[in-house]
């Protein structure tokens, strides 16, 4: 069994692979982007392309390219948010080791498609500990070893421990020689400073609308999503589609984002009600979801107020974009969601139609 491929992103793809050639790849990246534009399926790619000992790389056929899609590359370390374990930290590297293997495991039975970590999932000392024992070995198969952590906001996690992170500064500061790492991330602004100075940014912008339906018209992706016309989830997307998948929770971010922006548009009682129903603090990336979909939502009426010549809709529309922005860096923090509501909704109905 193989991870669904990568689609789209021909220009980052591109720029990097240059470097990479030219041996001008740093050695610590950080992919930045909306979620769901399919940054750590990028940090994948790249991390077959490093790997791959052939000229025309990644080529897909090798023994090392085919061990990479299976993600079962020795050299190749993917982390990412999952559920605590209280006192792994403690335990001998082979018990880490077979932990993180049965996580992969379930992502390769999901052919690489999965939902988004809720807001209570993170990424843990333990995961520290696991990562500086694989960076201090030798290379197994391949020339390099390649480290991915996505959603790397969550080295910090809601309880604002910051071991995680702390021990992984050194690491991304001075990696060895033969390891690359990448970084992923939707809320770069959450990460720590000291982190985010250790990498170099490649922002990993929205697909184009050709990328996205070849995504859907994948028979992988097909088979996971609601009975919808390809362009109702082309528009729903927005450009990520990773977050159609699991459409349930993204269905609901969109209908409270749409809700949002009517009690914006409503009177006062309207923006305290909604502002009280928002998510709680202990659900934070589902209120995040939420904003990511307003922004959606907010470019699509731009959009459709230009297309109609209503030039005077289409500016106000597009001054509330910096605003969600905010409203979104805020959220990342330890900031209440029902004040960062609340703030958002007068905000927004304070600027002029």
Request: some cysteine.
């Amino acid at each position: 069994m193989s991870i669904i491929p990568l689609f789209g992103h021909d220009a980052v793809r591109a720029r990097l692979a240059a470097q990479a050639d030219r041996g001008k790849l740093p050695a610590s990246l950080l992919f930045h982007g909306a979620a769901g534009v399919g940054k750590q399926r990028l940090a994948l790619w790249l991390a077959q392309r490093l790997v791959c000992p052939n000229p025309d790389r990644p080529c897909g056929g090798c023994q090392q390219c085919r061990y990479a899609d299976s993600l079962q590359h020795p050299d190749i370390h993917w982390i990412y948010p999952h559920p605590n374990v209280p006192g792994a930290a403690d335990w001998p590297f082979d018990d880490l080791k077979d932990v993180q293997e049965t996580r992969i495991a379930e992502r390769l039975e999901a052919q690489g498609l999965y939902a988004r970590p809720d807001g209570s999932n993170g990424i843990y000392k333990s995961d520290a500990v696991y990562l500086r024992h694989v960076a201090s070995r030798s290379p197994a198969m391949a020339s390099r070893k390649v480290i991915i952590i996505g959603d790397a906001e969550r080295m910090v996690p809601q309880q604002a421990n910051p071991e995680a992170a702390n021990m992984l500064l050194k690491l991304l500061e001075e990696p060895p020689a033969d390891t690359s790492l990448i970084l992923t991330s939707s809320e770069p602004s959450a990460m720590l400073q000291t982190v985010r100075s250790r990498v170099v940014s490649v922002r990993v912008p929205p697909l184009t609308e050709e990328a996205v339906r070849a995504f859907l018209e994948s028979p992988i992706v097909s088979q996971k999503l609601p009975n919808l016309h390809a362009n109702e989830l082309v528009k729903m997307a927005g450009g990520a589609p990773g977050t159609l998948i699991g459409e349930g929770d993204r269905g609901t971010a969109i209908t409270r984002a749409k809700a949002l922006l009517a009690a914006a548009d409503g009177g006062a009682e309207q923006r305290l009600r909604a502002a009280f129903t928002a998510g709680s603090s202990k659900a934070r990336g589902a209120f995040t979801d939420v904003l990511d979909a307003l922004t959606v939502l907010v470019h699509e009426r731009t959009r459709d107020a230009a297309h109609r010549g209503d030039e005077r809709t289409a500016r106000r529309a597009a001054r509330l974009v910096p605003l969600i922005e905010n409203a979104k860096e805020s959220a990342a923090g330890n900031a209440n969601p029902q004040l960062v509501t609340a703030q958002l909704l007068e905000t927004i109905a304070g600027v002029p139609k």
